[in-house]
């Protein structure tokens, strides 16, 4: 059960994490974000929006990033800036 409990937690905290760099992206009218803006604009909208807090948010967060570029639905330049491709 518990295994449950973590995936579901990790998939939501994916789903809000992309949901908040579209409303970067969009508010910024740019395709380019960077995880600072997520951390400084969205991160408690995320933690709000998945329902966990976690012990290390920021370090969840990077995961997620890594994870939504393996998906190809962001990808990083060689400036540590990331791209919303979807």
Not at 8 to 30: G, L, Q
Not at 55 to 62: D, M, R, V
């Amino acid at each position: 059960m518990r295994g449950n409990i973590l995936r579901d937690a990790i998939m939501s905290w994916k789903s809000s994490t992309f949901e908040a760099i579209k409303r970067i992206t969009k508010r910024n009218r740019s395709h380019l974000f960077s995880r600072q803006q997520i951390l400084d604009e969205e991160l408690l909208r995320i933690i709000a929006d998945a329902e966990s807090t976690g012990k290390t948010p920021a370090q969840t967060l990077s995961r997620v990033l890594q994870e939504l570029r393996n998906e190809k639905k962001i990808s990083m330049n060689s400036s540590g800036r990331y791209r919303l491709l979807h």
